[in-house]
Structure formats: structure tokens, C-alpha cells
């Protein structure tokens, strides 16, 4: 009986743990690499393929053979091909292939789709879609056999938003203006009644601070409102989904990101269906944190006391609107999630948005940026 084993060994992770194992200065190790014209990041990113030339290189360095190499990088080569052939349909139909296509980011008339959905994600094989978005993304995601078509929408999710604004070349991150900005003139933002007015002046003001904002929707199965990273260059990355295109639920997810980002510097992704991730108390208390940031930048705390005061009438709220420097429908929004009001009421004050105005606006001032 042949032994088929559904996991596979890449020769880049055995040169990760040759590196730690031996504690190898990666600094040296780099410089020797340029000297071949090899980047270390490339070859542990498994953008370098290991051929004869290579392996001469790798084999002088960590001490074996070329063989060593070469046999590594075939057998690597196999158990990839074996486990596309395997799993591709499976995976293929856990993406939202329609969406990712109406967005613009693949061609419906491409005939190889398998190839398509690895260029969409930039990898070579289902193993490296695997290691890119699963093991490596910090996401947490609750393990399971197979392919979820809830994680992989998200994970596209992600993709698109990362796309739509990988051509802008930002500023560095500058933490106290961006501080600054989330409490003057990003807030006044909120009493913006259009996306048209609101939307640019949004991304242009975070993009003064090295902030970087996308706006996709959410596919279908993906039931997510926003999600914050950081790029490699230490700009924080803030992807929403404009959950229910509403001025409430947007700018409250907008300042909860916002919160992340000042808060914790680090990945979180902020969902409703919370049967997806893994929730550890630390999660937990840094969520906590960032609706309390989220709050405090909305509604300080000196006005608080008063919110129970508006008492469902029209003319408090609108006043207190004016004084907190919000919309109405961010008032509401509070009032309803403290159960001060019931949800069904004051709804009218909501500001409701319209998707094609939001992508309008969104996309025109990234081509905008772009082209700066």
C-alpha cells in the first residue's frame, strides 16, 4: 500500500527551521544570499524555485547536498500537484467566484478558473492559499476539516480590499495625528449626510497620517463589518464591509477599527456571526476596549449621563445631536444598543446609504490617489 499523505513539507519551511535550529544570524545570511542575487524573504516566501543553481547555493550555505535540495523541492512539487488535483474542485466551490468577477478582479470569460483563483490570491498552489490565509493570517479562525465557504468569503473579502488600494503609495504612519484627526475633523465627518461628501474627505484625511481605508462589500456568507491589519511598512490597513449602509453602524465600526488601531496594533477582524473565530479572554477584553474607544470618541463622557435624558423625544435628540457633534443616527444607535429605546424606534433618523454611491465615491478617490 502506497503512503498518499494529504499534507505537505516545503523545502522553505525546513530552511526556516534549519535558520532557527542553528540560530543563524539572518542579517549575515541575507548579505551572503545577495551575493547570488537571492533575497532571504523571497526564499522563505517560497518565491524562489529550488533548482540546480540553487541548491548549490543552499547546500554550501546550510552544510548538505545539492541532491538534498533538489530531491526536497521534486517531492514538494508532487504532493502540491496531487493535492490541487484533489482538493480544486472542493475549494473553487467554496469562493464567491461571482462576486470576486462582478467586482472586476477576474474575467468570466477565462477559461482555466483554477488558475484564475491563484493569481486572484497571488499564489502558486492551494498550500500556499493555505499557509497565506489559514495558518499564517492571524484570524483565529475556528479549525475544520475542509473547505468553509464562510472563511474562504472572507478571506476574499480581504483580498478584494487589499487590491482595490495596493497601487497607493502612502505616507508613514504618524500615530499622533491620526489620534488627532479621529477626534476634530474625522469626527465632524459624521454629520455628513452623503457618502459623495464624506467618503473622500475620509480616505484623504487618513491618508495624510499614513492610514490606509478600503471599502468592499461583504460576499455572500461573509457576515463581517470591518477588519484592521498592518502592512509590512507599518501602516495600519482598515477594510469595511459597510455592513447595512447605515451612518450608525458604519461610523461605529469605522471608530471601533480605529480604536484597534491606536488601542492594540495588531489584526482583528469584527464579525457578527461569532461561530467563525476563536474568542480568547484577551480577545474578548481588547473588543470590549475598542467599543469603549469607539464610544468614548462619539459620545464623551461628560455627555453621557444625558443620552437617558433625550427620553425618546425628537427635539432632545436633535439637540443632542448638535452637542455631541454627530448625527442623529449615531444617537440613536446608542440609545438603541443601551436599550434606552427599543430598536424599532427613531429609526427614521438613520442616515440610509445607497451601495452604488459608496462605491462610487470610493473608488474615484483611490483612482484619485493612484494617480498622485
Not at 503609495?169 to 479621529?182: I, Q
Amino acid at each position: 500500500m502506497t503512503f498518499n499523505p494529504n499534507w505537505v513539507s516545503s523545502p522553505y519551511s525546513t530552511i526556516k527551521d534549519i535558520i532557527s535550529y542553528n540560530n543563524m544570524d539572518k542579517c549575515q545570511l541575507n548579505e551572503t544570499l545577495k551575493e547570488k542575487k537571492i533575497q532571504l524573504s523571497d526564499l522563505l516566501d517560497g518565491k524562489v524555485y529550488i533548482d540546480q543553481k540553487v541548491a548549490s547555493v543552499l547546500s554550501t550555505i546550510f552544510n548538505n547536498t545539492e541532491d538534498f535540495w533538489i530531491n526536497k523541492q521534486k517531492i514538494y512539487d508532487t504532493r502540491v500537484e496531487r493535492l490541487n488535483s484533489n482538493e480544486k474542485d472542493d475549494w473553487i466551490k467554496s469562493l464567491p467566484i461571482k462576486e470576486i468577477i462582478d467586482e472586476g478582479f477576474m474575467d468570466s470569460s477565462e477559461n482555466n478558473l483554477f488558475e484564475s483563483c491563484l493569481e486572484f490570491f497571488d499564489v502558486k498552489n492551494i498550500f500556499d492559499w493555505k499557509i497565506k490565509y489559514i495558518l499564517s493570517s492571524n484570524l483565529s479562525f475556528r479549525k475544520s476539516d475542509g473547505f468553509d465557504a464562510k472563511k474562504s468569503s472572507v478571506i476574499s473579502w480581504l483580498r478584494m480590499g487589499e487590491l482595490h488600494i495596493k497601487d497607493v503609495k502612502y505616507p508613514k504612519y504618524d500615530r499622533h495625528k491620526f489620534e488627532y484627526l479621529l477626534e476634530n475633523d474625522i469626527k465632524n465627518l459624521t454629520r455628513k449626510s452623503s457618502p459623495n461628501n464624506f467618503i473622500p474627505q475620509l480616505i484623504e484625511l487618513c491618508y495624510s497620517c499614513g492610514v490606509k481605508i478600503s471599502i468592499q462589500k461583504a460576499p455572500k456568507n461573509c457576515k463581517v463589518y470591518g477588519v484592521t491589519t498592518f502592512s509590512k511598512e507599518g501602516n495600519p490597513i482598515m477594510i469595511l464591509s459597510f455592513r447595512y449602509l447605515s451612518d450608525d453602524q458604519f461610523w461605529f465600526t469605522f471608530f471601533h477599527e480605529a480604536g484597534h488601531i491606536i488601542l492594540h496594533e495588531k489584526k482583528f477582524l469584527n464579525f457578527e456571526e461569532e461561530s467563525m473565530i476563536e474568542f480568547s479572554e484577551k480577545f474578548k477584553q481588547e473588543e470590549e476596549e475598542a467599543n469603549f474607544f469607539a464610544e468614548e470618541v462619539l459620545i464623551p463622557f461628560q455627555l453621557k449621563s444625558k443620552l437617558s435624558l433625550i427620553n425618546g423625544n425628537k427635539k432632545n435628540l436633535i439637540a443632542f445631536s448638535i452637542e455631541a457633534n454627530v448625527s442623529p443616527g449615531i444617537v440613536v444607535g446608542q440609545l438603541q444598543n443601551k436599550k434606552i429605546i427599543s430598536q424599532s424606534y427613531l429609526n427614521a433618523y438613520k442616515r440610509r446609504f445607497s451601495r452604488e454611491e459608496i462605491n462610487y465615491s470610493f473608488k474615484n478617490t483611490i483612482k484619485q490617489l493612484t494617480s498622485e
